[in-house]
């Protein structure tokens, strides 16, 4: 997974703009309610929604993978603190968070690395922090294609997996924290030989 992101961020550079995702204002204005100060945006990618954190006042921390991703960070959320790695190798230093916020990233991995990635995220959340995690859906209209290689997890691309979720299949893997809210939500995207096309995207808010 590491090499597809990094031949993508090298050819495409800053691939959603910098617009950050339809989700985030709605994630923002839940943490505020919840006291969030501290926020851990795992696979940040080049920042463009940690940057949208930073600038409603939260302390940021991004992780992300990609080489080339970090590069472009410095343009885009100078005010937000990287640390670059995997975030199955999470964590990289001893902070603690309020609020995980999650873009894209759960539903890359298989079962079992998924259940690790959401431990070392629980790990690192305080007791009543809050995370907001955003995945792709079973109404994906790429939903299906390609090859299976888990239930409901198709190599969508070379090199790239995604799992698709259910309501239920999302509830589940969040068991052991307490589900606030979930919900779908629309988030449209353009970018390169796709060009503009629309997401359907599951979110989940939940306090540990």
Sequence with gaps: MSTFWEERFCEEGRIWGDIPSRTVPYAIGLFKKAGVHEVLVPGSGYGRNAAAFDQAGFLVTGIEISAAAMTLVRQTSPGVGYHHGSVLDMPFDGSMYDGI???????????????????????????????????????????????????NTFESRPGREVHYYSREDLVSEFRNLEVLETGMMEDPEEHGEEGRHTHLLRYIFARN
């Design 101 to 151: 916020y999650c873009f894209n990233v759960l539903h890359l991995f298989r079962k079992n690395d998924r259940v690790t990635f959401l431990q070392r995220c629980r790990e690192q959340l305080k007791k009543g922090g809050v995370m907001f995690f955003v995945v792709f859906s079973d109404k994906e209209p790429t939903y299906g294609k390609g090859r299976m290689v888990e239930e």
